[in-house]
T-cell receptor
Framework: AQTVTQSQPEMSVQEAETVTLSCTYD???????LFWYKQPPSRQMILVIR??????QNATENRFSVNFQKAAKSFSLKISDSQLGDAAMYFC?????????????FGQGTRLTINP | GAVVSQHPSRVICKSGTSVKIECRSL??????MFWYRQFPKKSLMLMAT?????????EQGVEKDKFLINHASLTLSTLTVTSAHPEDSSFYIC????????????FGPGTRLTVT
């Protein structure tokens, strides 16, 4: 079974600085998807970024980018120019690329605090 | 687009009673919906996968007779917590996977259940 591990329960960063959240995963599959979700205090889950395993290019979404290292099974999230609104729980998630596969496997989460 | 609603957002019920939570995809069709449970400061735990027109698939350890799931249409799934007890108090989140397009999962805002 696939597993996702986030080894940083909490992280903090100064406003406008850059922070990187770590995520590693374990799978024997070659085709899969990786995600970062944000859960602010409202508890609404928000998709931050998505990466297809077959793509070598790292995904980016404005201030958010990932460092996808397939061989190392690592998928870190970099947040540039941190803003107060970035404060939230961040969850890394895995989904198999097998046809019909649907489940998301979540990591334990990292609570990110932004210091003004 | 891609909005998922949940109703109610908060519910308090007495021990022994049943409570129903609705999950609706407002602007897309969802053949599959998912029900998660989230304990305080913890990750999302998948309870079951709900498929339109068929029986739900429950994760190991989740009592199907206690957590009844019905997915009667392409836009509505319901979770009924039967004979609720205080230990069922939790935050319940649904997500819906769009039938067309990139099959992305979209999350509802969650339901806070308190059993007294």
């Amino acid at each position: 079974a696939q597993t996702v591990t986030q080894s940083q329960p909490e992280m903090s960063v100064q406003e406008a600085e850059t922070v990187t959240l770590s995520c590693t995963y374990d799978t024997s599959e070659s085709d899969y998807y990786l995600f970062w979700y944000k859960q602010p205090p409202s508890r609404q889950m928000i998709l931050v970024i998505r990466q297809e395993a077959y793509k070598q290019q790292n995904a980016t979404e404005n201030r958010f980018s990932v460092n996808f290292q397939k061989a190392a099974k690592s998928f870190s999230l970099k947040i540039s120019d941190s803003q107060l609104g970035d404060a939230a729980m961040y969850f890394c998630a895995y989904r198999s690329g097998v046809q019909g596969a649907q489940k998301l496997v979540f990591g334990q989460g990292t609570r990110l605090t932004i210091n003004p | 687009g891609a909005v998922v609603s949940q109703h109610p957002s908060r519910v308090i019920c007495k021990s022994g009673t049943s409570v129903k939570i609705e999950c609706r995809s407002l602007d897309f069709q969802a053949t599959t919906m998912f029900w998660y449970r989230q304990f305080p400061k913890k990750s999302l735990m998948l309870m079951a996968t709900s498929n339109e027109g068929s029986k739900a698939t429950y994760e190991q350890g989740v009592e199907k007779d206690k957590f009844l799931i019905n997915h009667a249409s392409l836009t509505l799934s319901t979770l009924t917590v039967t004979s609720a007890h205080p230990e069922d108090s939790s935050f319940y989140i649904c997500s819906a996977r769009e039938t067309a397009g990139v099959n992305e999962q979209y999350f509802g805002p969650g339901t806070r259940l308190t059993v007294t």
